[in-house]
């Protein structure tokens, strides 16, 4: 059967990266050895903390010997790559690559807070907090990409949202109307972008590029003309954490999960529906099909052009969702260029998830761990630059995009525009 | 497509190329055809520009408010303030600079014929920006990560410049210029080769590396290259035999780094249109399905591009550092790197008109700064300008319509790329 053939295809892993994994996996578990467990005093103890911020109920802290842990954990990279090296995991590969990350990061943790502790339920809560902007631009990123639009806009339909959002909230003191404006000035440059790169079919990186542009200056243009002289335009009330009854009263997953502000909850909402929708409904399909091979899609009677504004525009939204984010879900007012890259750092994500949107919002999460770590890490006491901390996502992303850990996927005709015939 | 139409295709876009350079007409209409576009371009940006300033303009809406001959007057005053601020911020004050003629003093006339050597300053980077783009759009490679190379080729010239000491200026001068070509080039290199061994499309690399730049100066700043008796992440002052010779006294900036600039736009013009290079690199630009039947080694010229063009990008960075600021900051760029594309699209990626429009954004940028003091108008309208500027250049058939242009065969938009992620 084809479609057999064509996964068997797709798992395929050749032998050279059979290998160069299992090497990654034992180097993985000698530096843990050597880096980690070696300098670690016999008789430390490691002390997670397992209570995140902003709720009452706490639980014990798990507290283990470090050295014993880190052996350990040495010797599980150790076994997971002389398995690779030996037979190899065929596809569960990646699965493994994972396991081993976290192995990793977890022996990092342990020996950073040997002797002392670290509250990992704060640094998750923190990275999923930072991960809502980058999961949200990231889906803002799939919805065009799917269509075939290339949208690198995502930055400046975020700024441009975080700052109406906050003078909607602002001047009408309704956080809800000021989200509905975030939102919509977001679809509004999706739909500008669609329209320079449909109707005129202008190169998709210049007008991505331009809307950038254009809204970093607009933005600090009406900031320091309006904003700073009138500042209760810039004073919007948060969105509060809402606990979810039940669910945020089971322990640690619960508190960390669903006790947190409606962004979160909504970014939760998008990843599920957008994935069934993508995935498993006609709609999807089509739009799919539109930025996978839009003459077929043509033939078949799909309004490709129709199809693409729908994808920009739903896009733009969604960015413009994200960029409600920094305003109303975090910081209350608007400042200039408070994105600060992190729409691309969305456009990584969505590279690193492999255009799927649970890939993005690991991604996201682990790009948002990066980020809380880097900041934990002079509190720790550990002598790593965080600057370091922070450049890992982007080469992590490098790496992705050079096929070196799997290959990433995008849709085959996206960038380039469509032009009916006859 | 078939390999057949496909070779067929290939050399009619040749042809185009090629006569594209001879032209058909005079010169002198074939100059004309050309700046067109690009001067009702920067004319409308300029008007837009002007009713975005009046529509944000309380002064106005209060004018309007008591009667529309006033709020007329207004709108039209504020605008007339706002880009004769513009004007003598960019060239200096007409008035001024006769009472500083007739004053006879040096001083004085130095300081009121500033504006416009600050403008000639302040084209210098984009100078050297928008030659690196247009140098990758030429070679068909978008080399969104200029701002990165930038840093990059700032941190080795800042290090060049003060690491070694003794050296005479004719020796250290061109040593940390090449410093700073070297690194920009170092940073246009990885994305250029990765696009050619893996596929990964150059536009997401080079955002990537920009980051990565960012991140490492910060790191650099705070730590390795920090100048030891300052708490501020600066880099120490470079050695004196590094600075770019400046022209005039106090406080006239203009230096050696525009001179540069300009010999550096004849050299990238003499690559692209005179050597056999030049012409390889242009084919791979225009076609590279063609360049390969041609026999040419197209991933070859792919890198060799992303790499001069990081090299160039490097010196926009160097020749802040070497003639200006005679150290390294965080965040010495006020965005060039993402300017020069726009800058490389206004000049037509051609070296002459890459020159052009950077002196018309370094005079705009410079003007802006006047215009902000004196008219209230916050420097960040540049930006918006800019934008708009852009999009006209980008999609021309936009102008074409509201001048009611005769529209060219293609109504198309200038395209670049082709997708990303796979090839």
């Known amino acids: 059967m084809a479609t057999t053939a064509l996964r068997r295809e797709l798992e395929y892993i050749s032998p050279t990266r059979r290998r160069v994994m299992g090497i990654v996996f034992v180097a993985a578990g000698v530096f843990i050895w050597l880096l980690f467990a070696r300098p670690v005093g016999a008789t430390d103890f490691t002390t997670f903390g397992l209570t995140p911020g902003g709720t009452e109920m706490t639980i014990g802290d798990l507290m283990f010997p470090s050295k014993m842990t880190l052996n350990a954990a040495a010797f599980l990279c150790l076994a997971l790559g002389g398995y690779q090296l030996a037979r190899g995991f065929g596809k569960r590969t990646n699965l493994i690559l994972g396991i081993v990350a976290l192995v990793f990061l977890f022996g990092f943790l342990a020996w950073a807070a040997a002797g002392g502790s670290v509250n990992i339920a704060g640094l998750l809560s923190s990275s999923l907090v930072k991960a809502v902007p980058l999961t949200l631009g990231a889906l803002s990123g799939i919805l065009a990409e799917r269509s075939g639009i290339v949208n690198i806009a995502i930055e400046g339909q975020m700024l441009a949202a975080a700052m109406v959002g906050s003078i909607l909230g602002s001047v009408t003191g309704n956080g809800w109307i000021g989200l509905l404006g975030a939102i919509i000035t977001g679809g509004l440059l999706g739909l500008l972008l669609g ?96 930025g996978e091979h839009p003459r077929a899609a043509d033939t078949l009677g799909i309004n490709v052009y129709r199809t693409q504004y729908m994808g920009v525009i739903l896009s733009g939204m969604v960015a413009g969702l994200a960029g409600g984010y920094f305003t109303l879900g975090s910081v209350g007012r608007f400042d200039e260029v408070m994105t600060a890259g992190r729409g691309f750092i969305a456009l990584a994500a969505m590279i690193f998830g492999n255009w799927m949107p649970f890939g993005t919002f690991g991604a996201g999460l682990i790009f948002g761990f990066a980020d809380s770590l880097a900041a934990k890490l002079s509190i720790l006491g550990v002598n790593i630059p965080s600057e370091f901390m922070l450049m890992a996502p982007y080469i992590a992303t490098m790496i992705v995009l050079a096929g070196v850990v799997g290959n990433v996927q995008p849709p085959a005709e996206e960038g380039k525009p469509y032009i009916k015939e006859g | 497509m078939t390999e057949e139409k496909k070779v067929q295709k290939a050399s009619e876009i040749l042809v185009d190329e090629l006569t594209k350079e001879r032209g058909n007409g005079s010169w002198l209409q074939r100059l004309g055809q050309s700046l067109l576009i690009p001067l009702l371009a920067v004319l409308t940006g300029l008007i837009l520009g002007a009713v975005f300033i009046v529509i944000t303009s309380e002064d106005v809406y209060a004018a309007f ?38 004053s006879g ?126 708490f501020n992440p600066v880099s120490p002052t470079i050695e004196e035999s590094a600075m770019l010779p400046r022209f005039f006294g106090y406080p006239i900036r203009f230096h050696l780094g525009f001179f540069i600039a300009l010999a550096v736009a004849w050299f990238v013009y003499w690559l692209l249109f005179k050597t056999t290079w030049g012409f390889n690199l242009r084919t791979v630009g225009a076609n590279p399905n063609a360049a390969k039947y041609a026999g040419i080694k197209v991933t070859r010229y792919m890198v060799l591009g992303m790499t001069i063009s990081g090299a160039l990008a490097g010196l926009a960075g160097t020749n802040e550092v070497l003639g200006l600021n ?89 395209q670049m790329i082709s997708g990303w992620g796979g090839n």
């Open chain 1, 195 to 290: 329209w320079l790169s449909i109707r005129y079919r202008t190169d998709q990186i210049v007008v991505g590029t331009v809307i950038n542009i254009f809204a970093t200056g607009l933005t600090s243009y009406i900031s320091s003309k309006f904003l700073q002289t009138y500042q209760e335009l810039n004073f919007t009330s948060i969105f509060p954490r809402v606990p979810i009854p039940l669910l945020s009263d089971i322990p640690f997953f619960g508190t960390l999960l669903f006790n947190q502000n409606i962004f979160v909850y909504m970014m939760y909402i998008l990843l599920i529906v957008l994935n069934i929708a993508l995935f498993s409904t006609k709609w999807g399909l089509r739009l799919r099909s539109v």
């Open chain 2, 65 to 102: 408010g008591r009667s529309f001959a006033q709020g007329m007057g207004e709108a039209l005053g504020i605008v007339w303030d706002s880009y004769s601020a513009l004007f003598t911020g960019a060239f200096g004050d007409p008035a001024r600079i006769s009472a500083a003629l007739q």
């Open chain 2, 326 to 414: 005679y150290n390294l900051a965080l965040a010495f760029s006020s965005g060039y790197g993402f300017d020069s594309i726009a800058l490389a699209l206004l000049g037509n990626n051609h070296p002459v008109g890459v020159v052009f429009a950077a002196l018309l954004f370094g005079t705009l940028r410079n003007g802006s700064t006047r215009m902000q003091v004196s008219a209230g108008i916050p420097i960040d309208i540049i930006s918006i300008l800019q934008a708009v500027i852009l999009i006209f250049i980008a999609a021309p058939a936009i102008i074409r319509a509201l001048y009611r242009l005769k529209e060219e065969k293609d109504t198309g938009g200038v």
């Open chain 2, 105 to 230: 003093d040096g001083e004085t006339i130095r300081r009121a014929i500033n504006p416009f050597f600050e403008s000639l300053v302040a084209s210098t980077p984009y100078i050297f920006g928008g030659l690196a783009l247009a140098l990758g759009f030429r070679a068909g490679v978008f080399n969104i990560g200029a701002e990165g190379q930038v840093f990059v080729g700032a941190i080795f010239a800042a290090f060049a410049g003060y690491a070694i000491t003794g050296l005479p200026a004719i020796i250290h001068i061109p040593l940390a210029l090449a410093a700073g070509a070297l690194g920009g080039a170092l940073w246009g290199f990885i994305p250029g080769w990765l696009k050619a061994a893996t596929g990964g499309h150059e536009v997401i690399n080079t955002i990537m590396m920009n980051y990565v730049a960012f991140r490492l100066s910060e790191w650099l700043l705070s730590g390795p290259m920090k100048r030891p008796d300052s």
